[in-house]
């Protein structure tokens, strides 16, 4: 075979893979929509169901927490499963266990049983830890001059994640009386095996052999300057987002404000969120991920510092929106400065490894924060969050401009 003709054989893959790249992207968008769905569910009914269901009313957020654990404990076996067997494969198994959290959380409700709705949400995690890798599967259908915004793109498919999952939560609450939200998780079962036929048309190749041998090792990839700066700024951002809006539907109801007024304000938040995607990918491309990271920094410590005015209805919606907006920049931004740490054949490890380290950390916020809001009050909570803020500009600021090439 000659030189041209070998070219061409190696660059076929990538060739056919670029073909779909619109439907592949269109499809983890959709899925991307209804799998944010799940998760907002468990954000919405996760400390209310907790507080119902716990033999210690300080456990009420502790589901939350475990779903956390979920997500940080099947972050790194999701990746292997994709290194090995393709990314769909990770992608099929993680939904079927969206669909089991659902069925169990649902039971646990009819049973009373708090052990078994916080199983139920570990397996929500597991789902999350998986969906997650949706951004970077799009990432890797796209030509890399495209792939910001092709991120970005599922990212904003969360955007009726906002809508579709609190309305599930207000619609099929009070069906299954006097089971609260066990009429809810059955929704939310349903809702992850339609996700599952829908990831079915995903066209993704199966790992190659350059990316079974595996590439540099995580040692040396974990101390570029680079990645260290991205992975502190995306675990500012996912840390203080699930910090904040663990403990808020739970001050709102200490507050004496309405399930609905919770429902609303997560539904906005979530939103928030995600709509942001339909242009981060360009803001990106043109200004750069630091700059883009810094701003969504600076709209979270905006969003703690509303919370402090007040415990109205009003400032707990603002809040919670300025929260969303702060983590799409922070998380996007952050998760585009990956993508410039490693080489074609690493990206299942490194973007697992990722993610990894960013909802491992996310479990100790979690699970602070519930103590926190039952012994100190919501302020506390916010107040607490601006120390990592400060890590996080400091580590912007003391990164290099550009990434090496891998």
């Given amino acids: 075979m000659s030189e041209a003709t070998a070219g061409t054989a190696r660059d076929l893959p990538a060739a056919e893979i670029y073909r779909h790249e619109r439907g592949n992207v269109l499809r983890l968008a959709v899925a991307q929509a209804l799998a944010g769905a799940n998760t907002t569910v468990i954000y919405a009914t996760g400390a209310i169901t907790g507080n119902m269901l716990a033999p210690d009313k300080a456990l009420a957020t502790l589901p939350i927490s475990i779903f956390v654990v979920g997500m940080a404990a099947c972050t790194l076996p999701a990746g292997m499963v994709a290194q090995r067997h393709g990314r769909r494969a990770a992608f099929l198994a993680g ?17 009373g049983s708090f052990w078994l709705f916080c199983l139920a949400t570990f397996l929500g995690g597991a789902y999350a830890a998986v969906v997650l890798s949706f951004r970077f599967a799009a990432a890797d259908c796209a030509p890399p ?14 955007v009726f994640a906002g809508v579709i ?27 992850a095996a339609l996700s599952a036929f829908i ?38 951002s996912y840390l203080l987002m699930n910090f904040l809006m663990t403990a808020a ?10 399930q609905e007024a919770s429902n609303l304000g997560l539904q906005w938040h979530v939103i928030a969120m995600y709509g942001p995607s339909f242009f981060t990918g360009r803001l990106i491309t043109r200004f750069g991920a630091p700059r883009v990271v810094m701003a969504g920094l600076a709209l979270t410590a905006a969003s703690a ?39 074609p054949e690493e990206r299942a490890r490194v973007q697992s490894f990722n993610d990894f380290i960013v909802f491992g950390t996310m479990v100790f916020g979690s699970f602070l924060s519930g103590s926190l809001l039952t012994s100190y009050g919501w302020d506390m909570v916010l107040w607490l969050s601006f120390l990592p803020l400060l890590l996080a500009v400091a580590a912007l600021a003391a990164a290099p401009r550009r990434a090496a090439a891998p």
């Fill in 305 to 343: 510092a509303v919370g402090l005015t007040g415990v109205e209805v009003g400032h707990f919606w603002l809040t919670l929106i300025l929260l969303g907006l702060g983590w799409n920049f922070g998380f996007v931004g952050a998760s585009a400065m990956v993508l410039e740490c490693h080489r």
């Fill in 95 to 111: 939904t079927g266990g969206g669909v089991l959290a659902g069925l169990l959380a649902s039971l646990a409700v009819v049973l």
């Fill in 249 to 258: 539907p739970l001050a709102m109801q200490m507050c004496g404000l309405p």
């Fill in 145 to 158: 001059e495209r792939r910001p915004r092709a991120l970005s793109a599922v990212m904003a498919g969360g």
């Fill in 199 to 236: 990831l079915l048309g995903v066209r993704l190749p199966r790992p190659t052999a350059a990316e079974a041998s595996r590439g540099r090792p995580l040692g040396v990839i974990a101390r570029q300057p680079r990645f260290v700066t991205a992975v502190i700024c995306g675990v500012v």
């Fill in 165 to 191: 999952g609190p309305q599930l939560v207000t619609h099929t609450m009070d069906l299954w009386l006097p089971h609260v939200f066990a009429a809810t998780f059955v929704a939310q079962a349903a809702v």
